[in-house]
RNA sequence: GCGCCUGUAGCUCAGUGGAUAGAGCAUCGGCCUCCGAAGCCGAGGGUCAGAGGUUCAAAUCCUCUCAGGCGCGCCA
């Protein structure tokens, strides 16, 4: 079934095209009017404004408009009445048969309820996490791997071909420095007295991987040059520290259709032939023994530098070439998952989209702002430089990747987030992630329970059974239940991955009143049965959602 | 100084231009002989940072001010 919005609005459309057709209404545009799910029960089910946008038009009042075109909705089948109510809002009520159709479909598309075809099928690409090969996934990279996931998903589900990606950063001076640093650590652990450049990593995890390399190398580079060593050091770390990545991503929950490699641009020689491209469109110049893009002239703030004096390269060189090629691939939208820290960056990338001729409105990028990690209350310090930082590996296996995963998607991407570690592995109440896992789970416990007592739940959905279902918790939740394609269509639209966890919230906060409230499982079969598949749909719902984020719909916690 | 983000209940945050602004936590008071108490019921709590403007209608859109965060390299 098509989203029941969409319905209503396919009604008031057909509603004002017959009134307009009688000569009661002059205007031919609809306007974009909104209809909403009512936010009180004495609205109706669904309300429009569209009587007051069209108001102004037809210069009349307009509760004048809205008497007009109320009987024409209240015609329809699925309607039982039609209000005009306040300053003019049309307030919808619909047959209860409607709202239990909806149950049906559930119950018949199971894991599919929930998916579209909004999104046309059109190609989506989203690049996130992107870490440099050079050290540990912190819990920054965490958030924005749970958000990129989970919108990939949310994306997919409403119809669009969805492309994961991870960009890495496999050449440069970082990967100098990472190879500097592990070669220096090697020689140390070798017995050699070594005194640390300020600029090189000194985490633990540099001794790890020197020790590796020892256990796998010998003693072969312990009185090496560094300038012969540090490119085999480099190469042999970035690897390493790669292959600990896509293992931390992976244990997260994240898997990518392709890892871009940085290397393979500059081995395609894609660097260079972006550079010729944006030459021909007459963007290049070279100042100061440097070559620019001008960006400006695309709406950024300053000239950006491609080679340096030097003669070496800028990372955003790399990065033209990388977004040119992603643009290249033929996706519809790119998307970009950053740190916020990186939203200085924007304009240079649109500007390079717009330069190579592209309306810019196919990339689309996506803020992660800083993790706070807090334990009972209080910051846990953070800072890479200082070697200290908290890892991700340490937080899902403390707190668990359910647990992570949910609380990184709790908040608006760009929003400030607390993370309370104590909060997020405590089993108490105040735990977010249990009680919507715990819908489900009690849930599966209660269809355990009735078929112990000889209840299924029912196969066929004659409306007798049906109509048993017809206090107002019910319909409520049924209606919410109704309602969740539509939040991942516009999930999806929006690009925000939170609304699908607030919309689980809320469906767990009409479940657990309406399961304190009511006895499922009764002497009346009837009515049982009817329960059940109201309870069933509402765990299949959950579990859909939860598969979005990411985190598990356990039957038993 | 310029740019981006944020400012909503004691705290953490939701809120596609619509009707009396919501939730969780915290606080206080209740509910398990009965399908899972990781749950439920009830109470209190608001100048939507402030000032203008647009609109029939503004937490939402525009302008300015204030406060916080981040960014303004031939760094990545």
């Known amino acids: 079934m098509q989203g029941m919005r969409q319905g209503i609005f396919e009604i008031v459309k057909e509603a004002l095209e017959s009134a307009r057709k009688d000569g009661l209404i002059k205007t031919g545009e609809i306007p974009a009017c909104s209809v909403d799910t009512s936010k009180k029960e004495e609205f109706g089910d669904y309300s429009t404004n569209v009587a007051m946008l069209l108001a102004p038009l037809e210069k009349k009042p307009p509760r004048h408009i809205a008497e007009v075109i109320k009987d024409r909705i209240a015609a329809f089948p699925q309607v039982e009445k039609c209000e005009v109510a306040g300053p003019g809002f049309i307030n919808i009520f619909l047959k209860k048969s409607y709202?239990?159709?909806?149950?049906?479909?559930?119950?018949?598309?199971g894991s599919g309820f929930g998916r579209s075809k909004a999104g046309e099928g059109k190609k989506v690409q989203v690049e996130f996490v992107s870490a440099n090969p050079t050290g540990p996934l912190h819990i920054g990279h965490g958030r924005g791997a749970a958000v990129g996931d989970a919108l990939a998903n949310i994306l997919k589900a409403a119809g669009y071909d969805v492309a994961r990606e991870y960009y890495i950063n496999d050449v440069g001076r970082q990967m100098e420095t990472l190879g500097r640093s592990v070669f220096l650590r090697h020689q140390e652990l070798l017995g050699k007295k070594i005194t640390f450049p300020e600029d090189s990593y000194?985490?633990?995890?540099?001794?790890?991987?020197?020790?590796?390399?020892?256990?796998?190398?010998?003693?072969r580079y312990k009185e090496a040059l560094e300038a012969d060593a540090v490119p085999v050091f480099s190469l042999f770390a970035g690897g390493a520290l790669l292959e600990r990545i896509r293992k931390d991503l992976k244990d997260f929950g994240v898997e990518f259709e392709r890892w871009y490699s940085e290397k393979s641009l500059v081995e395609k020689g894609l660097i260079e032939a972006t550079i010729e491209e944006l030459k021909k469109r007459g963007c290049i110049y070279e100042a100061e023994g440097?070559?620019?893009?001008?960006?400006?002239g695309f709406g950024d703030d300053k000239d950006r530098v491609l080679r340096k004096a030097d003669g070496s390269r800028t990372y955003f060189a790399s990065d033209i070439a990388y977004h040119r090629e992603k643009i290249e691939r033929g996706f519809d939208t790119i998307v970009d998952v950053w740190g916020a820290d990186h939203h200085g960056y924007e304009g240079r990338v649109r500007a390079l989209v717009k330069a190579l001729g592209y309306d810019d409105s196919v990339l689309k990028i996506i803020f992660i702002q800083?993790?706070?990690?807090?334990?009972?209350?209080?910051?846990?310090?953070?800072?890479?430089?200082?070697?200290?930082?908290?890892?991700?590996?340490?937080?899902?296996d403390e707190v668990g990747v359910d647990a992570c995963r949910f609380f990184f998607l709790?908040?608006?991407?760009?929003?400030?987030?607390?993370?309370?570690?104590?909060?997020a592995k405590s089993q108490a109440p105040e735990n977010p992630v249990y009680y919507v896992q715990y819908c489900h789970a009690r849930i599966k416990s209660i269809i355990g329970f009735a078929r112990e007592k000889g209840a299924g739940v029912p196969e066929n959905f004659d409306s007798r059974l049906l109509s048993r279902l017809d206090q107002k918790d019910e319909v409520e939740l049924i209606k919410h239940l109704g309602s969740f394609g539509e939040v991942v269509e516009r999930s999806a639209i929006a690009m925000e991955p939170h609304r699908v966890t607030f919309y689980l919230m809320e469906l767990a906060g009409l479940f657990h009143p309406y399961y304190n409230k009511n006895r499922v499982v009764t002497e009346d079969p009837e009515?049982?049965?009817a329960r059940l598949l109201l309870c069933g749909a509402v765990a299949t719902v959950a579990a859909n959602g939860l598969k979005l984020l990411g985190v598990?719909?356990?039957?038993?916690m």
């Open 202 to 219: 000194k985490g633990e995890y540099i001794k790890e991987v020197a020790a590796d390399f020892i256990s796998k190398n010998g003693e």
């Open 410 to 423: 709790m908040r608006r991407s760009d929003a400030h987030l607390d993370f309370d570690l104590e909060l």
């Open 290 to 296: 440097a070559l620019w893009f001008k960006t400006t």
């Open 527 to 529: 009515l049982t049965g």
């Open 552 to 556: 598990s719909a356990p039957d038993k």
């Open 370 to 396: 800083l993790v706070a990690l807090l334990r009972k209350g209080v910051p846990v310090p953070m800072g890479k430089r200082e070697g200290e930082f908290v890892t991700l590996r340490q937080v899902m």
């Open 99 to 109: 709202w239990l159709s909806v149950l049906e479909d559930i119950v018949r598309q």
